[in-house]
């Protein structure tokens, strides 16, 4: 079942959260509490430490490839939690979600032409496009009534344009929170459809929805000329150094031409350990899920209450999904270099900045809260006394 906190803390890990090199490099200090990767301070389900643990106990590591469980288990996954149908056979996979992405960049589109993103938007977009020779275009989300929204109008004016060949779509978005409804999903491929621009859907987080909102995967939509990173158990179950990436379409056409791509390459084969706990996972990690997506949700309820009653100057962004939490400091009336001190020197807070993600804004920042609340209470607490200190 889920828990808090390991079991044992004498094993050594290189986690790049915790690294104190990395630390001082981003945020000029290693004496800071670690909020600004997007993974999770959590033990993973023990179904998953018995599958790898009974793949080390057979002391043998020859030639296995089994792609065919792998799809199976996440098909079933995705029909029990979703109501999603997919077909097993239109799986491509990939070693992981950004070489997936990277993969379909380069497939898909030649060099020069641009692919759109709606910023704030995850930093490696960015870098996957432009290290490929794209060109990065720009569909700023707008802020409505207090969260998020596409602007059509925009979006339809960059593709209307011919600068767009392909849309690369974050869904659940990172780091807004925002799950994009079905109807403001039609609306995006209606337009898509008037320029035939083809849609790369990032579905990584799909399973982390809370419950004020219901995920739609772009899949369920019947755009033809769509194909969906269908995503990797790395969010959902804390593997994010040991998983693959799946991409998923029903243009077999589409299908076919990235898969021919990806095994040209020999990138279509997972290693012993992702198969057998990816399998795990999605077959015998449901109870542990639950249970964790239920500790993140009363995480997230805690941190919108604890910032609406004690610092209010604060904006927050309450995410719909993602373990991600976006925050607006202008309230504080501090400069960037006033806000990054007391953030990093004062509340010892290592958070994500917003100009990572394309955010103009810099009294923006992002915080994962997959991480024991306990721990996260301190923080707050520190946080609040700081922004009092400072305002004497």
């Not at 759109?116 to 409505?144: C, D, M, W």
């Not at 976006?326 to 806000?339: E, I, V, Y």
């Amino acid at each position: 079942m889920f828990q808090v906190n390991p079991s044992r803390n004498d094993i050594q890990n290189k986690f790049i959260k915790h690294d104190n090199a990395m630390l001082n490099r981003v945020f000029g200090s290693s004496d800071v509490t670690p909020y600004w990767i997007a993974d999770m301070d959590f033990p993973i389900a023990s179904p998953i430490t018995q599958a790898m643990q009974q793949l080390v106990s057979r002391e043998s590591f020859s030639y296995e490839f089994d792609s065919k469980s792998v799809f199976d288990a996440i098909s079933k996954w995705n029909q029990q939690r979703h109501g999603l149908i997919l077909n097993a056979e239109n799986f491509v996979q990939a070693p992981g979600v950004l070489s997936a992405i990277a993969l379909l960049i380069r497939e898909y589109t030649q060099e020069g032409e641009g692919v759109l993103i709606q910023t704030p938007v995850y930093h490696q977009f960015r870098r996957l496009i432009e290290s490929a020779g794209r060109k990065t275009v720009n569909n700023p989300l707008k802020i409505e009534q207090g969260h998020y929204v596409i602007d059509f109008k925009h979006y339809e004016q960059q593709l209307q344009s011919g600068a767009v060949k392909m849309v690369l779509l974050c869904n659940p978005h990172n780091p807004v929170g925002r799950v994009w409804s079905k109807t403001e999903l039609q609306q995006l491929v209606t337009i898509a459809k008037k320029y035939n621009t083809l849609i790369i859907s990032d579905e990584v987080h799909a399973d982390i929805i809370f419950d004020d909102a219901q995920f739609t995967s772009m899949t369920s939509l019947g755009y033809d000329n769509s194909l969906t990173i269908i995503g990797s158990p790395a969010k959902n179950f804390g593997l994010n150094s040991i998983s693959n990436g799946y991409i998923y379409s029903n243009n077999i056409g589409l299908r076919d031409q990235i898969k021919a791509t990806v095994a040209s390459m020999a990138l279509d084969n997972g290693n012993a350990f992702t198969t057998y706990a990816t399998i795990a996972a999605y077959q015998h990690g449901k109870a542990w899920f639950d249970e964790f997506l239920a500790y993140t949700q009363n995480t997230r309820n805690w941190i919108i209450d604890f910032m609406a009653t004690e610092l209010p100057q604060v904006i927050t962004f309450t995410p719909q999904g993602t373990n991600q939490i976006w925050f607006d400091f202008s309230g504080l009336n501090l400069t960037p270099m006033q806000l990054k001190s007391l953030l990093t020197e004062q509340a010892k807070l290592a958070l994500a900045p917003g100009n990572w993600f394309g955010e103009t804004n810099e009294q923006y920042y992002r915080m994962n809260f997959a991480a024991p609340l306990a721990q996260i209470k301190t923080s707050f607490e520190l946080l609040k006394s700081s922004i009092a200190n400072d305002q004497k």
